[in-house]
Nanobody, 115 residues
């Protein structure tokens, strides 16, 4: 089992910035990737950004050039720096840890961007 604890969500005005953090603990052997997904009310959960253990990052088109994902393999943490936030970024953001045969989710952290 892998436990994920997220922090850093909150309320921010449009154009502002937030930083999300996620720490993994438990039966961690190695992960293929860690990342962030989000789910807005009435919508499906969608990918925001992921980063592999080797440092390769992948972003949703909607957040490219605004968001930056980083990972510390020694601490089993992943962070998401979100700049130039827009009201459409409002959602619950979930941390994800993916291994060879398993995937785990955090409890989610709310990000609300006011216009």
């Amino acid at each position: 089992q892998v436990q994920l604890v997220e922090s850093g969500g909150g309320l921010v005005q449009a154009g502002g910035s937030l930083r999300l953090s996620c720490a993994a603990s438990g039966s961690i052997l190695s992960s293929i990737a860690m990342g962030w997904y989000r789910q807005a009310p009435g919508k499906q959960r969608e990918l925001v950004a992921t980063v592999t253990s080797g440092g390769f990052a992948n972003y949703a088109d909607s957040v490219k050039a605004r968001f930056s994902i980083s990972r510390d393999n020694t601490k089993n943490t992943v962070a998401l720096r979100m700049n130039s936030l827009k009201p459409e970024d409002t959602a619950v953001y979930y941390c994800n840890w993916r291994g060879l045969t398993s995937s785990y989710w955090g409890q989610g952290t709310q990000v609300t961007v006011s216009s």
